[in-house]
């Protein structure tokens, strides 16, 4: 399964609690970009712009999407499902649009530490956030992200992709641990 959605969605932080869930891979597209590149994905952009980063992104994640076995969960860039070449990869797999208000999103990307070559000012940010809202709608199922803790969104995927929680599987989590405690949806 791929997650998809905008800067700060919380993509890097719930795929590898959800994969840790189902007992699955985590990937995560951009550190396999900065691998290949042997670059971060900011100096991609610093030094080459988007347009070579796009391309190292399609690059990255059809090698991903080749090599992908069934049981994984690969966080997707933000602007990775934009573009169309992308989604045709992606046609196969289940895709999760994690959403949250884009104020939400701004407030997250300022308080999170990551440099994120897109983020400039909240106007454009905002309005970057409006311009892909169309593709990201054409994931498999949206999950609002706003207010919630990692554990409770692992559990709507689970819930709406019809997967096998913790508690379905006896509960294989650590008890003390956050996920263990069962979320309602």
């Known amino acids: 399964m791929f997650l998809v959605g905008f800067m700060a969605s919380g993509k890097s932080t719930v795929g590898p609690e959800l994969a840790r869930r189902q007992g699955w891979e985590f990937v995560d597209l951009d550190s396999r970009i900065e691998a290949r590149e042997q670059k971060t994905v900011a100096a991609i952009f610093r030094d080459s712009g988007e347009s070579e ?41 289940p895709t999760v649009f994690l959403d949250a208000p884009h104020e939400e999103l701004w407030h997250r990307s300022q308080q999170d530490g990551i440099e994120r070559p897109l983020r400039q000012n909240r106007q454009q940010f905002a309005r970057l956030y409006e311009e892909r809202l169309p593709y990201y709608r054409q994931a498999t199922i949206t999950i609002d992200t706003a207010g919630k803790e990692p554990a409770s969104i692992c559990a709507e995927i689970e819930c709406a992709l019809r997967l096998a929680s913790p508690a379905d599987r006896g509960g294989n989590i650590a008890p003390g641990h956050p996920s263990s405690r069962r979320d309602s949806h």
Request: aromatic share 8%; hydrophobic share 50%.
């Open 53 to 93: 980063f796009r391309r190292a992104e399609t690059a990255a994640l059809l090698d991903v999407t080749t090599n992908l076995q069934l049981g994984s969960v690969v966080a997707l860039g933000g602007g990775a499902f934009i573009q169309p070449r992308n989604r045709e990869l992606l046609q196969a797999w």
